[in-house]
């Protein structure tokens, strides 16, 4: 039995790269009542292959300007160009505006299409891995604005989630992971940094799960105090260093400039190459100036008495060998120390060696008992160094810090060693972040990626797997041709509240009064009604 036209779905023109079309887009019923799919709805694939539900240009250039965008990394001036100079033999133009209205829309069909939840393959492969183990970070551009959470499949490399929010509390992160929970597949571990809340909710959300520290953000904290004496200590010797050098700069200029005159400044070297160029003494492009360029006059006595043995060449040299002789000299008056702050980074060294597990001779003699028996081991012989008699006032802070930071992060740091493919450090996540901004910056040429990542971050972020792949870009341009409408216009509609909340916390932050006052007449508008 053939299926009959039951309604219109839509009518409109479509702007293609190849041409201007009028679709006329029916939906289709079964005839028989009794069926119990009557009620279905059949549509045609190629209408919906040919835009997407509201748009006059085609999804052939919504998928060329979002690859122009992101893969080429053209700016939206660029990307307008080239799409007038395609469009021009079908005499249609396209606004600038609107290649930012479609990559926006863009970014929504790549949320919608690269999501896991439909990725049957995807899931294959985590159940041949046993599991998922995820990797969590948040991106905060700006203290006091949002936060973007991304969740990460470490042994597939794929983004399971991304999402925004204004508060990082144990409820609101549960709610981020519940697309996680809503696959259904089993979690072998999940790596992050040592935030409370995150260590929460994972161990709501999964409790027999281990959870992994990133051992990297724990050290980095935890040294944090000897890396600050380090970097004052090298700043207190560079600016006594150029204190040093520009006073001595000065009397040698003084004394110089008492003996010779002009000799050895810019204008006599410029006066002396003008006049010999004059009495023909040399060629125009010989280097005539050669030894002025070296800080004397070859002809001066200064010179024949500076190539003696044991002195310096010339002045160029004698300040080299004078500024390493000030720098010789300031290390040695802070010789002692150098010598204290290097050996507190050397406890931070060792427990660094624990952790990487080099100590070992097989892959299979590490595990989480054994780093965990050498970790307390290091701990207790730290904590008996820093009871001893004879310790400073800095060994006793920092090294303090070092032993309270580490002993509290303890239970979470060696979680990892017993589960095979389980990192002990989140960087990969973190290099996935820096490409996303790396991209933005290729982009604009800006520095400041902050207003990008709060808009499209928690869609865009589903590109940069795609993109590391072989392939990745034509399996990505062919898997968006056939997104569920449905789904689409649901993303592209919880990007438009996301996008409406940002305003709104802009005109409060930038106008609170005029921002107040707009919702009193709202709300009295409301009330009249």
């Not at 989630?161 to 990082?168: F, G, L, P």
């Not at 624990?354 to 003699?365: L, T, Y």
């Not at 028996?373 to 400073?392: K, N």
């Amino acid at each position: 039995m053939r299926l009959w036209r039951s309604l219109t779905i839509s009518q409109r023109t479509v702007v293609t790269l190849q041409q201007v079309v009028r679709v006329v887009h029916c939906g289709y019923r079964c005839p028989n009542s009794t069926c119990p799919d009557h009620q279905r709805l059949y549509r045609s694939s190629q209408a919906d292959e040919l835009a997407l539900p509201g748009f006059t240009f085609g999804l052939d250039i919504i998928l060329l300007v979002g690859h122009l965008r992101l893969s080429e990394h053209k700016t939206v001036d660029e990307v307008h160009r080239l799409l007038m100079q395609r469009l021009a033999p079908l005499a249609q133009t396209i606004s600038r505006r609107e290649i930012l209205f479609l990559f926006e829309a863009y970014t929504a069909l790549l949320r919608a299409g690269t999501e896991v939840q439909h990725d049957e393959g995807w899931k294959e492969q985590v159940r041949k891995n046993k599991g998922l183990l995820l990797a969590i970070d948040g991106i905060q551009p700006d203290r006091g604005n949002e936060t973007i959470y991304l969740v990460r499949g470490v042994l597939t490399g794929r983004i399971v989630t991304a999402d925004n929010v204004t508060e990082s509390t144990k409820a609101r992160l549960k709610q981020v992971l519940a697309p996680v929970v809503a696959l259904g597949l089993p979690v072998i571990g999940v790596i992050s940094d040592a935030q409370s809340t995150e260590l929460q909710a994972v161990a709501d959300l999964w409790p027999e799960t281990p959870h992994q520290i990133c051992q990297f953000h724990a050290l980095r904290e935890a040294g944090r105090l000897i890396f600050v004496l380090d970097q004052r200590t090298k700043t207190e010797m560079r600016v006594r260093l150029q204190q040093k050098t520009h006073a001595r700069g000065q009397s040698h200029e003084a004394s110089q400039r008492g003996r010779t005159g002009p000799i050895g400044s810019a204008g006599g070297i410029c006066g002396a190459g003008r006049s010999r160029l004059k009495r023909r003494e040399s060629g125009p492009f010989r280097l005539w100036g050669t030894g002025y360029a070296r800080g004397a006059d070859p002809h001066s006595n200064e010179s024949g008495e500076a190539r003696k043995k044991g002195q310096a060449v010339n002045q160029t040299c004698e300040k080299r060998v004078t500024r390493l002789l000030t720098i010789v000299g300031l290390q040695e008056e802070k010789q002692d120390v150098l010598a204290h702050i290097r050996a507190m980074r050397d406890w931070v060294m060792e427990v660094e060696h624990i952790f990487d597990g080099s100590w070992v001779s097989q892959p299979e003699e590490i595990s989480n008992a054994e780093v965990r028996r050498r970790l307390d081991d290091w701990l207790h012989r730290l904590s008996t160094f820093l009871q001893s008699e004879g310790r400073t006032e800095d060994e006793d802070l920092r090294l303090g810090h070092l032993l309270k930071v580490m002993t509290h992060l303890r239970p979470e740091l060696v979680q990892c060693y017993d589960v095979a493919g389980f990192p002990r450090t989140n960087n990969d996540l973190e290099r996935t972040i820096r490409a996303i901004k790396m991209h933005y910056r290729r982009i604009s040429g800006r520095k400041n990626w902050n207003s990008y990542l709060l808009r499209y971050g928690r869609c865009v972020a589903y590109q940069e797997w795609w993109q590391q792949q072989p392939d990745g870009a034509a399996c990505l341009q062919a898997r968006l041709k056939h997104v569920a409408p449905a789904a689409f216009r649901q993303v592209r509609q919880e990007t438009r509240d996301r996008h409406q909340e940002q305003l709104n916390r802009y005109r409060f932050r930038r106008r609170p009064l005029a921002y107040l006052q707009m919702l009193e007449a709202r709300w009295e508008q409301a009330a009249c009604t």
